[in-house]
């Protein structure tokens, strides 16, 4: 793994104790994931932590639900793509008055997706400032719920994982006490 902070070191940590099921998934030595391709082609760099969850694991799916968007060595092309239909259909819902006053990257402070579930929430970073590190998550519930929460996605997902946050719009039984992940 890259020279992460110690908070990002610690994050990642808090998730692992959160949910143990995914330390199955974890690589031994850190994934060459091609983040110049990833930066030239988005044109903006990916938080820390997002960097040093996709260097540790694969794309991760979490309880059949919540899919991680990491991307997949050799396949940064993919990411992109994955990432750019995101904001052509978040540029939907703007266009229909459904996104409240949020808009799609690359306008400035626009949402730029870093997961989705299966029931068709999706899960964003608001580009607001030209530190990564600083970007807040966005979640966008199947049932038009919106919620920010200035958090990283590692403390993210840990903290949903830990049941200290659970956003609005989100399964009854989401999370469960004993999540189980898929790579994928």
């Not at 990916?46 to 309880?63: I, S």
């Not at 200035?150 to 009854?172: C, H, N, Q, S, T």
Request: glycine fraction near 6%.
């Amino acid at each position: 793994m890259n020279d992460y902070s110690w908070k990002t070191k610690r994050s990642l940590q808090l998730l692992e104790s959160a949910v143990s099921a995914r330390a199955q998934f974890r690589s031994a030595a850190p994934r060459a994931v091609r983040w110049e391709v990833l930066h030239a082609a988005l044109g903006v760099e990916l938080p820390p932590d997002f960097r040093a969850l996709a260097e540790a694991y694969p794309p991760l799916e979490f309880e059949d639900f919540l899919r991680i968007e990491l991307p997949r060595v050799g396949e940064e092309s993919s990411y992109v793509a994955r990432v750019r239909e995101a904001s052509e259909i978040l540029q939907d819902l703007c266009d229909m008055g459904d996104a409240v006053d949020y808009v799609p990257y690359p306008e400035p402070g626009g949402l730029l997706l870093w997961g989705s579930s299966t029931s068709g929430d999706c899960f964003y970073w608001r580009t607001w400032s030209e530190s990564p590190a600083d970007w807040p998550i966005v979640v966008m519930g199947e049932n038009g719920d919106w919620s920010e929460h200035v958090i990283g996605v590692v403390d993210f997902l840990a903290a949903i994982y830990r049941k200290d946050v659970l956003p609005p719009g989100m399964p009854e039984n989401f999370p469960s006490d004993y999540p189980d992940v898929v790579a994928l």
